[in-house]
Every structure is written in structure tokens, then in C-alpha cells.
């Protein structure tokens, strides 16, 4: 792409838009990634004794074995849900900048 191609697609408010859903979605999940990971952090490091509960009388499986675990299946259930808006809704608004640019461009 030819730097005036660049130049129309920045001109294009739907690339403000773009720039803007992203990065608040991004943010989001990265808040709550950030939450759930330190706030297990801590509560292994200020309360070891909530993380190290059996989850029953004579079980092997404590809380924090299950919070871990936790951890993994909900960080895999965010990315998902990012590539899933990411290759929907904003593929479809770069597609279109891109072509609007390139029709500006002719």
C-alpha cells in the first residue's frame, strides 16, 4: 500500500472508531486478566489458608488447585471471546476502511 492509501484510511473515521472499540475491549480484558490473576496471587501470598481448604473430608483437591485451574479455563474463554470479536466485528470495519481507502485512492 502507497503512503496515500495509509493517509486515507487514517482520514476515515471509521479507523478512529476502529482504533477506539479496540482498544477499549483490549483494555477490558486486560483488567480483568490483571484482576483474576493477582487477586489469586494475593490471596495465595495473604491468605494461604482460604487457598490450601480441602474442597471436601479427605479429598486431595484443595481451593487453590481448583482456583488454578479456573484461571486456565477463563483466560482461554477471553481469548476466544477476543479473536472471536476480532475476526468478526473488526475485520469487517477494516475491511471496509481498506476498501473505501483504496476506492478514495483510484
Known sequence: MSSSVYAHIRRNPRFAELVAKRTRFATLLAAIVLVVFYGFVLVVAFAPQIVGQRLSEG????????????????????????????????????????????QEEK
Open 59 to 102: 479429598s486431595n483437591l484443595t481451593i487453590g488447585i481448583v482456583a488454578g485451574l479456573f484461571q486456565f479455563i477463563f483466560f482461554w474463554v477471553l481469548t476466544f471471546v477476543y479473536v472471536r470479536r476480532a475476526n468478526g466485528e473488526f475485520d469487517a470495519i477494516n475491511t471496509e476502511i481498506v476498501r473505501a481507502a483504496w
